[in-house]
Protein backbone atom coordinates (compact mmCIF):
# COMPACT_ATOMS: atom_id res chain seq x y z
CA UNK A 1 0.00 0.00 0.00
CA UNK A 2 1.46 3.54 -0.87
CA UNK A 3 2.07 5.74 1.87
CA UNK A 4 2.04 9.29 1.67
CA UNK A 5 4.01 12.20 3.86
CA UNK A 6 2.16 14.68 5.88
CA UNK A 7 3.01 17.60 2.90
CA UNK A 8 1.74 15.31 -0.09
CA UNK A 9 -2.22 14.44 1.93
CA UNK A 10 -2.03 18.42 3.02
CA UNK A 11 -1.73 19.56 -0.66
CA UNK A 12 -4.12 16.41 -1.61
CA UNK A 13 -6.72 17.85 0.71
CA UNK A 14 -6.47 21.24 -0.11
CA UNK A 15 -7.56 20.56 -3.73
CA UNK A 16 -10.14 18.74 -3.20
CA UNK A 17 -13.93 20.15 -3.80
CA UNK A 18 -13.01 23.05 -5.38
CA UNK A 19 -15.22 22.94 -8.15
CA UNK A 20 -18.42 24.39 -7.69
CA UNK A 21 -20.72 21.84 -9.69
CA UNK A 22 -19.17 19.34 -6.63
CA UNK A 23 -20.43 21.16 -3.75
CA UNK A 24 -23.98 21.82 -4.79
CA UNK A 25 -24.56 18.28 -5.89
CA UNK A 26 -22.69 16.93 -2.90
CA UNK A 27 -20.77 14.73 -5.38
CA UNK A 28 -17.35 14.22 -6.19
CA UNK A 29 -18.01 13.19 -9.51
CA UNK A 30 -19.84 16.22 -10.49
CA UNK A 31 -17.29 17.86 -12.29
CA UNK A 32 -16.36 15.55 -14.68
CA UNK A 33 -19.46 15.11 -17.09
CA UNK A 34 -18.35 14.06 -20.23
CA UNK A 35 -18.38 16.59 -23.27
CA UNK A 36 -20.21 13.99 -25.39
CA UNK A 37 -23.29 13.51 -23.30
CA UNK A 38 -23.89 17.24 -23.60
CA UNK A 39 -23.53 17.08 -27.45
CA UNK A 40 -26.62 17.99 -29.31
CA UNK A 41 -27.97 18.52 -32.67
CA UNK A 42 -31.01 21.02 -33.20
CA UNK A 43 -33.09 21.46 -36.56
CA UNK A 44 -33.93 25.06 -37.08
CA UNK A 45 -37.67 24.81 -36.50
CA UNK A 46 -36.55 23.64 -33.11
CA UNK A 47 -35.03 27.13 -32.19
CA UNK A 48 -37.82 29.05 -34.03
CA UNK A 49 -40.37 27.58 -31.99
CA UNK A 50 -38.40 28.45 -28.41
CA UNK A 51 -37.38 31.92 -30.01
CA UNK A 52 -40.98 32.88 -30.62
CA UNK A 53 -42.32 31.91 -27.41
CA UNK A 54 -39.73 33.93 -25.85
CA UNK A 55 -38.83 30.58 -23.25
CA UNK A 56 -36.37 28.14 -21.56
CA UNK A 57 -36.76 24.82 -21.06
CA UNK A 58 -35.37 22.49 -18.40
CA UNK A 59 -35.36 18.94 -19.00
CA UNK A 60 -34.19 16.39 -16.60
CA UNK A 61 -31.75 13.38 -18.18
CA UNK A 62 -32.03 11.14 -14.78
CA UNK A 63 -29.88 8.51 -15.66
CA UNK A 64 -27.31 10.50 -16.82
CA UNK A 65 -27.45 12.95 -13.94
CA UNK A 66 -27.44 16.01 -15.67
CA UNK A 67 -30.33 19.08 -15.63
CA UNK A 68 -30.19 20.92 -19.00
CA UNK A 69 -31.62 24.28 -19.68
CA UNK A 70 -31.98 25.29 -23.30
CA UNK A 71 -32.83 28.69 -24.68
CA UNK A 72 -31.85 31.09 -27.13
CA UNK A 73 -29.57 34.01 -26.34
CA UNK A 74 -29.15 37.22 -28.40
CA UNK A 75 -30.54 35.25 -31.61
CA UNK A 76 -27.94 32.33 -30.94
CA UNK A 77 -28.82 28.41 -29.25
CA UNK A 78 -27.86 28.45 -25.42
CA UNK A 79 -27.50 24.98 -23.47
CA UNK A 80 -26.34 25.53 -19.98
CA UNK A 81 -26.51 22.48 -17.53
CA UNK A 82 -25.80 21.37 -14.04
CA UNK A 83 -24.81 17.94 -12.71
CA UNK A 84 -27.21 16.65 -10.06
CA UNK A 85 -27.80 13.38 -9.00
CA UNK A 86 -30.31 11.16 -11.26
CA UNK A 87 -32.93 13.78 -11.26
CA UNK A 88 -36.02 12.95 -12.04
CA UNK A 89 -39.42 15.20 -11.44
CA UNK A 90 -39.12 19.04 -12.66
CA UNK A 91 -41.50 22.23 -12.17
CA UNK A 92 -41.02 25.65 -12.61
CA UNK A 93 -43.32 28.06 -10.14
CA UNK A 94 -43.69 30.87 -12.65
CA UNK A 95 -46.08 32.80 -10.01
CA UNK A 96 -42.37 33.22 -7.72
CA UNK A 97 -39.63 32.42 -10.10
CA UNK A 98 -38.93 29.16 -8.09
CA UNK A 99 -37.36 25.91 -9.46
CA UNK A 100 -38.15 22.97 -7.84
CA UNK A 101 -35.94 19.17 -9.09
CA UNK A 102 -36.36 16.14 -7.23
CA UNK A 103 -33.33 13.76 -6.87
CA UNK A 104 -35.18 10.05 -6.45
CA UNK A 105 -32.16 8.10 -5.05
CA UNK A 106 -32.07 6.57 -1.38
CA UNK A 107 -33.26 9.40 0.51
CA UNK A 108 -35.11 11.48 -1.93
CA UNK A 109 -33.81 14.82 -2.30
CA UNK A 110 -35.44 18.13 -3.51
CA UNK A 111 -34.11 21.45 -4.53
CA UNK A 112 -34.91 24.40 -4.96
CA UNK A 113 -33.42 27.11 -7.31
CA UNK A 114 -33.59 30.92 -7.53
CA UNK A 115 -32.56 33.17 -10.80
CA UNK A 116 -29.38 35.51 -9.43
CA UNK A 117 -29.53 38.97 -9.60
CA UNK A 118 -28.06 40.36 -12.91
CA UNK A 119 -25.14 42.75 -12.23
CA UNK A 120 -22.39 42.91 -9.53
CA UNK A 121 -18.56 43.59 -10.66
CA UNK A 122 -18.05 39.88 -8.91
CA UNK A 123 -20.53 38.54 -12.16
CA UNK A 124 -18.90 36.61 -14.91
CA UNK A 125 -19.70 39.04 -18.77
CA UNK A 126 -22.87 36.40 -18.78
CA UNK A 127 -24.13 36.32 -15.74
CA UNK A 128 -23.89 40.43 -15.71
CA UNK A 129 -26.31 39.85 -19.12
CA UNK A 130 -29.26 37.53 -17.69
CA UNK A 131 -30.13 35.79 -15.18
CA UNK A 132 -29.49 32.06 -14.55
CA UNK A 133 -31.07 29.57 -11.89
CA UNK A 134 -28.77 28.65 -9.01
CA UNK A 135 -29.82 26.60 -6.16
CA UNK A 136 -30.20 27.74 -2.46
CA UNK A 137 -31.76 24.83 -0.40
CA UNK A 138 -32.34 21.22 -0.74
CA UNK A 139 -34.41 19.19 1.36
CA UNK A 140 -34.08 15.50 2.16
CA UNK A 141 -36.81 12.82 2.20
CA UNK A 142 -37.63 9.04 2.90
CA UNK A 143 -36.17 6.91 -0.23
CA UNK A 144 -39.08 4.90 0.44
CA UNK A 145 -41.27 8.00 -1.34
CA UNK A 146 -39.72 7.21 -4.42
CA UNK A 147 -40.40 10.73 -5.61
CA UNK A 148 -41.24 10.69 -9.57
CA UNK A 149 -43.22 14.21 -10.56
CA UNK A 150 -43.34 17.45 -9.04
CA UNK A 151 -46.80 20.04 -8.59
CA UNK A 152 -47.61 22.92 -6.51
CA UNK A 153 -50.77 23.25 -4.97
CA UNK A 154 -51.31 26.56 -3.81
CA UNK A 155 -48.25 27.51 -2.26
CA UNK A 156 -47.20 23.61 -1.38
CA UNK A 157 -45.09 21.66 -3.32
CA UNK A 158 -45.89 18.07 -3.85
CA UNK A 159 -45.10 14.94 -5.29
CA UNK A 160 -45.79 11.47 -6.63
CA UNK A 161 -44.77 9.17 -3.53
CA UNK A 162 -44.55 5.76 -6.09
CA UNK A 163 -43.12 3.83 -3.77
CA UNK A 164 -46.43 4.38 -1.48
CA UNK A 165 -49.25 4.62 -4.32
CA UNK A 166 -49.94 8.21 -3.01
CA UNK A 167 -49.08 11.82 -3.57
CA UNK A 168 -47.75 13.31 -0.60
CA UNK A 169 -47.10 17.36 0.26
CA UNK A 170 -43.82 17.83 1.04
CA UNK A 171 -42.39 20.72 3.30
CA UNK A 172 -38.66 22.42 3.61
CA UNK A 173 -37.77 20.52 6.54
CA UNK A 174 -38.21 17.03 4.89
CA UNK A 175 -41.27 16.22 6.04
CA UNK A 176 -44.39 14.79 4.29
CA UNK A 177 -47.94 14.30 4.43
CA UNK A 178 -49.70 11.57 2.12
CA UNK A 179 -53.02 13.84 0.72
CA UNK A 180 -54.22 11.69 -1.98
CA UNK A 181 -54.22 7.73 -3.35
CA UNK A 182 -56.90 5.73 -5.95
CA UNK A 183 -59.35 3.52 -4.51
CA UNK A 184 -57.63 0.46 -5.55
CA UNK A 185 -55.06 0.39 -3.03
CA UNK A 186 -57.58 0.36 0.09
CA UNK A 187 -58.25 -2.57 1.62
CA UNK A 188 -60.13 -4.04 4.51
CA UNK A 189 -57.07 -3.22 6.89
CA UNK A 190 -56.96 0.24 4.99
CA UNK A 191 -54.54 1.95 2.20
CA UNK A 192 -51.64 -0.22 0.82
CA UNK A 193 -48.65 2.09 1.51
CA UNK A 194 -45.65 -0.46 2.39
CA UNK A 195 -44.91 -1.14 -1.45
CA UNK A 196 -45.19 0.24 -5.36
CA UNK A 197 -47.79 -1.77 -6.69
CA UNK A 198 -49.24 0.41 -9.25
CA UNK A 199 -46.36 2.47 -10.43
CA UNK A 200 -48.32 6.00 -9.91
CA UNK A 201 -45.68 8.00 -11.55
CA UNK A 202 -47.45 11.59 -12.70
CA UNK A 203 -49.56 14.31 -11.66
CA UNK A 204 -51.51 16.68 -14.13
CA UNK A 205 -51.61 19.68 -11.57
CA UNK A 206 -54.89 21.80 -11.49
CA UNK A 207 -55.69 23.82 -8.43
CA UNK A 208 -55.83 21.03 -5.96
CA UNK A 209 -54.86 17.69 -5.43
CA UNK A 210 -58.71 16.45 -5.76
CA UNK A 211 -58.62 18.65 -9.10
CA UNK A 212 -55.78 16.85 -10.38
CA UNK A 213 -55.61 13.99 -12.61
CA UNK A 214 -52.47 11.11 -12.45
CA UNK A 215 -51.13 8.31 -14.38
CA UNK A 216 -50.50 4.51 -13.21
CA UNK A 217 -49.26 1.39 -14.78
CA UNK A 218 -52.11 -0.59 -13.00
CA UNK A 219 -55.14 0.30 -11.51
CA UNK A 220 -55.16 -3.41 -8.98
CA UNK A 221 -52.79 -4.82 -6.69
CA UNK A 222 -51.44 -8.13 -8.16
CA UNK A 223 -48.30 -10.33 -6.67
CA UNK A 224 -46.16 -9.08 -9.16
CA UNK A 225 -44.95 -5.18 -8.82
CA UNK A 226 -44.60 -2.37 -11.47
CA UNK A 227 -40.44 -2.75 -11.12
CA UNK A 228 -40.32 -6.80 -11.89
CA UNK A 229 -39.11 -7.60 -15.62
CA UNK A 230 -42.19 -10.01 -15.81
CA UNK A 231 -44.79 -7.51 -14.79
CA UNK A 232 -47.26 -7.23 -17.30
CA UNK A 233 -47.58 -3.55 -18.47
CA UNK A 234 -49.58 -3.96 -22.06
CA UNK A 235 -52.72 -1.56 -22.13
CA UNK A 236 -53.46 -1.75 -18.55
CA UNK A 237 -51.91 1.56 -17.62
CA UNK A 238 -54.71 4.09 -16.33
CA UNK A 239 -55.47 7.55 -15.85
CA UNK A 240 -56.93 8.45 -12.14
CA UNK A 241 -59.26 10.81 -11.50
CA UNK A 242 -58.62 13.40 -8.42
CA UNK A 243 -62.49 13.76 -7.58
CA UNK A 244 -63.53 9.93 -8.13
CA UNK A 245 -60.09 8.54 -7.24
CA UNK A 246 -61.43 6.38 -9.83
CA UNK A 247 -59.84 5.29 -13.36
CA UNK A 248 -61.35 7.77 -16.51
CA UNK A 249 -58.87 6.41 -19.22
CA UNK A 250 -57.24 3.36 -19.75
CA UNK A 251 -56.25 0.83 -22.07
CA UNK A 252 -52.64 2.89 -21.61
CA UNK A 253 -48.83 0.91 -21.53
CA UNK A 254 -46.80 2.77 -18.59
CA UNK A 255 -48.34 6.14 -18.97
CA UNK A 256 -46.12 9.15 -17.99
CA UNK A 257 -46.32 13.04 -17.86
CA UNK A 258 -50.25 13.41 -17.20
CA UNK A 259 -50.64 17.61 -18.14
CA UNK A 260 -53.54 19.94 -18.48
CA UNK A 261 -54.42 22.62 -21.14
CA UNK A 262 -57.68 24.24 -20.97
CA UNK A 263 -59.98 21.11 -21.09
CA UNK A 264 -57.81 18.43 -22.11
CA UNK A 265 -55.91 15.74 -20.32
CA UNK A 266 -52.55 15.18 -22.19
CA UNK A 267 -50.49 12.26 -21.39
CA UNK A 268 -47.49 10.17 -23.33
CA UNK A 269 -48.04 6.59 -23.63
CA UNK A 270 -45.01 5.49 -23.09
CA UNK A 271 -44.48 1.83 -24.19
CA UNK A 272 -46.04 2.79 -27.26
CA UNK A 273 -43.74 6.26 -28.24
CA UNK A 274 -47.14 7.88 -28.38
CA UNK A 275 -48.43 11.70 -27.40
CA UNK A 276 -52.53 11.94 -26.99
CA UNK A 277 -55.33 13.16 -25.01
CA UNK A 278 -58.25 11.57 -23.24
CA UNK A 279 -61.43 11.29 -25.10
CA UNK A 280 -64.63 9.64 -24.27
CA UNK A 281 -61.92 7.39 -21.81
CA UNK A 282 -59.79 6.60 -24.24
CA UNK A 283 -56.26 7.83 -25.55
CA UNK A 284 -56.90 10.03 -28.82
CA UNK A 285 -53.46 9.61 -30.37
CA UNK A 286 -52.11 13.43 -31.71
CA UNK A 287 -48.64 12.07 -33.17
CA UNK A 288 -46.39 8.74 -32.08
CA UNK A 289 -42.55 9.50 -31.87
CA UNK A 290 -39.22 7.36 -32.01
CA UNK A 291 -38.81 6.28 -28.59
CA UNK A 292 -40.62 6.03 -24.86
CA UNK A 293 -42.47 9.32 -24.61
CA UNK A 294 -42.33 10.64 -21.32
CA UNK A 295 -41.20 14.73 -20.18
CA UNK A 296 -44.23 17.20 -21.60
CA UNK A 297 -45.03 20.72 -21.03
CA UNK A 298 -47.32 22.56 -22.86
CA UNK A 299 -46.52 26.29 -24.23
CA UNK A 300 -49.32 28.64 -25.63
CA UNK A 301 -49.99 25.84 -28.89
CA UNK A 302 -47.22 24.17 -28.82
CA UNK A 303 -46.93 20.39 -26.81
CA UNK A 304 -42.73 20.05 -25.84
CA UNK A 305 -41.94 16.46 -25.29
CA UNK A 306 -39.57 13.84 -25.37
CA UNK A 307 -38.30 10.97 -26.00
CA UNK A 308 -35.56 8.22 -24.28
CA UNK A 309 -33.96 5.43 -25.22
CA UNK A 310 -34.98 2.37 -23.96
CA UNK A 311 -32.78 0.37 -21.74
CA UNK A 312 -32.55 -2.79 -22.99
CA UNK A 313 -33.30 -5.12 -19.94
CA UNK A 314 -36.39 -3.33 -19.41
CA UNK A 315 -37.58 -3.44 -23.82
CA UNK A 316 -40.30 -5.92 -21.87
CA UNK A 317 -41.99 -2.44 -21.17
CA UNK A 318 -41.85 -1.01 -24.67
CA UNK A 319 -44.08 -3.35 -26.79
CA UNK A 320 -45.24 -0.87 -29.00
CA UNK A 321 -41.54 0.80 -30.00
CA UNK A 322 -38.55 -0.52 -32.03
CA UNK A 323 -36.26 -0.25 -29.17
CA UNK A 324 -32.93 -0.17 -31.44
CA UNK A 325 -34.73 2.77 -33.11
CA UNK A 326 -35.50 5.24 -29.95
CA UNK A 327 -34.12 8.38 -29.50
CA UNK A 328 -33.21 10.71 -26.61
CA UNK A 329 -34.27 14.21 -27.93
CA UNK A 330 -37.67 16.93 -26.95
CA UNK A 331 -39.45 17.80 -29.21
CA UNK A 332 -41.53 21.02 -30.75
CA UNK A 333 -45.42 19.30 -31.65
CA UNK A 334 -48.28 21.62 -32.67
CA UNK A 335 -51.30 21.06 -30.51
CA UNK A 336 -53.63 21.47 -33.25
CA UNK A 337 -51.86 19.36 -35.67
CA UNK A 338 -49.79 17.07 -34.38
CA UNK A 339 -46.86 18.25 -36.57
CA UNK A 340 -43.40 18.38 -35.67
CA UNK A 341 -42.23 21.54 -36.13
CA UNK A 342 -38.35 20.93 -34.59
CA UNK A 343 -36.58 18.63 -32.17
CA UNK A 344 -33.20 18.72 -30.02
CA UNK A 345 -31.29 15.57 -30.01
CA UNK A 346 -28.67 14.17 -28.06
CA UNK A 347 -26.84 11.90 -29.61
CA UNK A 348 -25.65 10.11 -26.70
CA UNK A 349 -28.22 10.38 -24.47
CA UNK A 350 -30.37 8.65 -22.45
CA UNK A 351 -33.42 9.22 -20.59
CA UNK A 352 -35.32 11.91 -20.38
CA UNK A 353 -37.82 12.45 -17.29
CA UNK A 354 -39.01 15.83 -16.81
CA UNK A 355 -39.65 19.07 -18.94
CA UNK A 356 -40.91 22.87 -17.67
CA UNK A 357 -40.14 26.06 -18.61
CA UNK A 358 -39.83 29.64 -17.87
CA UNK A 359 -39.64 33.19 -19.67
CA UNK A 360 -36.27 33.67 -21.07
CA UNK A 361 -36.11 37.54 -19.35
CA UNK A 362 -36.19 35.75 -16.26
CA UNK A 363 -33.75 32.77 -16.91
CA UNK A 364 -32.10 31.65 -19.72
CA UNK A 365 -30.40 28.49 -17.94
CA UNK A 366 -28.42 27.12 -15.29
CA UNK A 367 -24.59 27.93 -14.64
CA UNK A 368 -22.22 25.94 -16.56
CA UNK A 369 -22.44 26.85 -20.53
CA UNK A 370 -21.99 23.74 -22.94
CA UNK A 371 -20.03 25.55 -25.26
CA UNK A 372 -16.79 25.79 -22.44
CA UNK A 373 -18.01 22.94 -20.25
CA UNK A 374 -17.94 25.23 -17.46
CA UNK A 375 -18.61 28.82 -16.99
CA UNK A 376 -15.33 30.72 -16.81
CA UNK A 377 -16.60 32.66 -14.09
CA UNK A 378 -18.47 29.94 -12.00
CA UNK A 379 -16.67 30.89 -8.78
CA UNK A 380 -17.64 34.27 -9.28
CA UNK A 381 -21.13 33.05 -9.94
CA UNK A 382 -21.36 30.78 -6.97
CA UNK A 383 -19.62 33.68 -4.86
CA UNK A 384 -22.37 36.51 -5.72
CA UNK A 385 -25.61 34.68 -4.37
CA UNK A 386 -27.74 38.17 -5.39
CA UNK A 387 -30.92 36.62 -6.22
CA UNK A 388 -34.38 38.49 -7.86
CA UNK A 389 -37.70 38.50 -6.29
Not at 206 to 218: L, V
Not at 219 to 240: A, E, K, Q, S
Request: glycine residues 10%; positive net charge.
Amino acid sequence: MKTFSRQQLWAHHSQEWREPAQIVSQWRDAGSTPKSMLSAKGTPGWWEALERLGITLFVTREYEHLVIGISVLDGSPHITFLPLPHPSGLIVDRKRNHLFIASTRNPNQVYTFRPIQPGGRRLNSFAKRRAVFLPVQTAFYPGALYIHDLAIFGDALHANAAGQNAVVRLDAEGNFKRVWWPKCIESAHGPVFSKNHIQLNSIGGGATPRDSYYSASSCGIDRRRPGHLNYPVDRRGVIFSGKTREPICTGLTRPHSVRLSGRRIWVANSGYGELGFVNQGKLEVVTRLPGWTRGLCIVKDIIFAATSRVIPRFACYAPGLDVDASRCAVYAICSKTGSVLGRLEWPLGNQVFAIDWIESQTSVGLPFDIRSHRTAGANALFSTFGFTG
